[in-house]
């Protein structure tokens, strides 16, 4: 039997052994060389499988996992030798962490390491795996205490008493808050969120409120007559976890194509973007949360509901509302960061790729630009009837500076 407690050292270069013995290898047609195997997509999937399809209430707590393997990783490669060792250092990071962060799937981890070990060729394979076992633990102590365990960050909330514009728990379910702790969990990269926060929603009554209350209830409905079939597949696909979204959109930055330069990108840098990326888009999570619990704005299913304006009691969004208030968007601002962390350190895309949603199986998305996805997150929301317009514009907003102003935080050096 499997024991959830991670391997010693020793265990695990035995167990790779024995892995590596049982390998028949298969020769290539001749004069075909067989792929090689990239050790940081290998661990890179193998991070996204291991923390699965994710809700919004756990998203930041796996958006942290994710931030301490590759920050652990960076660290690791950093300490060895370039090439095999540090390959490996890198796979024993990743696998240390998950295996702490995720104890049912170690025996899988196990499997996934011993098989990264077999494949390697590394004169002294203990000390590779030493590097990064000590950088995750390491770098899971730093993080201790953080605040963005599933306990803190959903902590009890009781919403304040009904009233114009206040938030309301929303039908369908009458869920209570999530999330209500996340705006006190600690940063990776920024000394406070407090600097970044934005100002108030707009004013009942406003021209900017009034607009986009007539957009939601228009387009926002679950019966609308003015949404388009393609909206309906937008708001569909962008339904999911912002990490879920993103996780394809990162991994082409730093998969290799062909003969591109990106290929000749030292894996300290590959391992550096993942790292950063997740570093800033916590931060920006953090900052979005803070001011969601502060301004505590209602949603448009309260608002078209009971508000003043043209009340209609029965009026239903194409999907259902999520439990936590209004402004500004959590899913913009994470679209309004990863933007910003792309734009800065991958550059434009190499080319147009596709992406997927684990809640929209039957919607494939082509993109070209990093801004697309931002855009699609915007109006999403909207064609979904959960937001309002201005709430999605200032998320992405939000989301932009406090990825850029996590990313002026970084010296250069391994976090």
Known sequence: ???????????????????????????????????????????????????????????????????????????????????????????????????????????????????????LSVRRPERAVAAGVDAARAVLAERAGDG?????????????????????????????AVQSGQGDGRPFLVPSVEPLQPGPPPALGSAVYLRDLAESRAVGAVDSAVRTAQQTAVARFWSQSSLNGFTGALRTTVAPHGSHAADRRPLGQ????????????????????????????????????????????????????PAHPEYPSGHTTYAGAAQAVLETLAGPPRAAFSL??????????????????????????VWEGVHFRNTDEVGAAVGRRAALAALARWTGRPL
Do not use: C
């Open 1 to 119: 039997m499997h024991s959830s407690k991670p391997m010693s050292r020793r265990a695990l270069l035995a167990t790779a052994a024995g892995a590596g013995a049982a390998t028949v290898l298969i020769p290539s047609p001749a004069g075909a060389a067989a792929p090689r195997l990239d050790t940081l997509l290998e661990w890179y999937d193998r991070t996204a499988t291991t923390i699965g399809v994710i809700t919004g209430p756990q998203q930041v707590t796996n958006s942290r996992t994710w931030a301490v393997a590759w920050i652990a990783a960076w660290r690791a490669v950093s300490a060895v030798r370039p090439g095999a060792d540090a390959e490996l250092a890198l796979a024993a990071a990743v696998h240390e962490t998950l295996i702490t962060t995720n104890p049912a799937a170690a025996p899988a981890l196990d499997a996934a390491l011993a098989t990264t070990l077999a494949r």
């Open 148 to 176: 963005l365990d599933p306990a803190s960050v959903n902590r009890p909330f009781t919403p304040p008493a009904a009233a114009p514009g206040v938030w309301q728990p929303t039908p369908p379910a009458f869920a209570a």
């Open 270 to 321: 590959r391992i550096a973007l993942v790292a950063l990326f997740h570093a800033a888009t916590i931060d920006a999570q953090i900052t979005t949360y803070r001011a969601k619990y502060r301004f505590l704005f209602w949603r448009p299913v309260t608002a078209i509901r009971t508000g003043s304006v043209a009340p209609d009691p029965s009026w239903t969004p194409l999907l259902a509302t």
């Open 356 to 381: 997927t949603s684990a809640v929209a199986t039957d919607v494939t998305l082509t993109y070209r630009r990093w801004s697309d996805l931002t855009r699609d997150n915007i109006d999403a929301r």
